[in-house]
């Protein structure tokens, strides 16, 4: 029978995480993951300071607490992009990465890296082409940490139209920039045409203007 390890205090499972979560690969952003860590220090100090460590029982819960509160926080960070998984990944995934490149020279890149079989850097420059396309042409303005959803979300509303395409383009570069799995040959192919598609195709800017509007203009000169 194998011997089950000791049960961790509710101060050495705290000193544990923070640690883990402390560790360089966690550090692109120094000032929010210091900040993040001292909120979650404070957290596990007020809930495991009415734990007795000497109960096994307990000791066991602050541990599965301390490991899910871990988890979230590895979702967190690759939410927001500080966090990459994929080991294969050759260039920046983030949409506003330097140096600032054309989206004709971005999908140009895009291209060659397919090309070349880098599906996952293809894909992560095919979104950032189809997002400096649309930066240039000012219908989308790209904050620094913006997600590709977010991105493609917004870039729904000049083309409604392409909605489902452009979060499926999303997906693909999650999975390109922040997953241990690979995006695949067709993925990174389709959203390089669709960023080539948009970058030829007019915006549609009545998308997002009231249903009624013009029939609230029809019956204002009907009145006139």
């Known amino acids: 029978m194998i011997p089950a390890a000791p049960a961790l205090g509710p101060d050495e499972a705290r000193e544990r995480i923070l640690e883990e ?23 596990l100090t007020g809930l495991l300071d009415g734990i007795d460590g000497s109960s096994t029982s307990q000791a066991v819960i602050a541990v599965l607490v301390v490991l899910a509160l871990a988890l979230v926080v590895v979702l967190v960070l690759r939410r927001t992009g500080m966090l990459r998984r994929s080991p294969s990944l050759a260039v920046d995934a983030a949409l506003d990465a330097e140096p600032v490149l054309s989206g004709e ?15 996952d850097d293809g894909t992560v420059l095919a979104l950032r082409a189809l997002v400096r396309d649309l930066e240039e042409r000012t219908l989308l ?47 990174a192919e389709d959203l390089l045409r669709l ?29 006139a």
């Open 21 to 43: 979560l402390s560790k360089a690969e966690y550090d692109d952003s120094p000032g929010f993951v210091a900040w993040l860590l001292g909120v979650i220090d404070d957290w």
């Open 105 to 119: 020279e971005l999908r140009g890149a895009s291209r060659a890296a397919i090309d070349a079989g880098r599906s």
């Open 141 to 187: 303005d790209v904050a620094t940490g913006m997600t590709a959803h977010e991105a493609a979300h917004r870039a729904a509303a000049a083309f409604p139209d392409l909605r489902g395409r452009l979060q499926r383009g999303a997906d693909a570069f999650d999975t390109a920039a922040y997953s241990v799995r690979s995006a695949g040959q067709k993925p």
């Open 195 to 223: 960023a080539e598609y948009i970058a030829e195709t007019a915006p549609d800017l009545t998308a997002d203007q009231p249903a009624d509007a013009g029939a609230g203009a029809g019956a204002s000169g009907a009145g």
